[in-house]
């Protein structure tokens, strides 16, 4: 996913006249393989912990907030026509997906 991820800069460079969004789909395809194989394994779980639901669910959100983020760059649309507006919403996005992250794991253990 991530060579994607690179593959999409290296084919839309900033000022481009034309977009191809073919990486960006390829990419999609290959981060939706862990989210399925994950979710066989949680739905066929017999009890989970309700903060391990938490972390699931929020890791989902985050997950996907990444690619609509890299779509709306792409794409240049509002904001997002500033490349670097993108590329402060990947910094932020991780931020606060890695922080969330860690508060749930720390209460998490805590609640056990």
Known sequence: MILFGWLQELMNPPGRTRTTMLPFWFGCVAGAAPWVAITANVLG????PGFV???FGSLF???MSFAVNQWLQYREIGPWRSYAYGERGYLVLSLVAKSLL???????????
Do not use: D, N, R, Y
């Open 45 to 48: 779980a017999e009890q989970l």
């Open 53 to 55: 639901l938490g972390i």
């Open 61 to 63: 959100v985050f997950f």
């Open 102 to 112: 860690a508060w749930q794991v720390f209460a998490g253990s805590l609640a056990t």
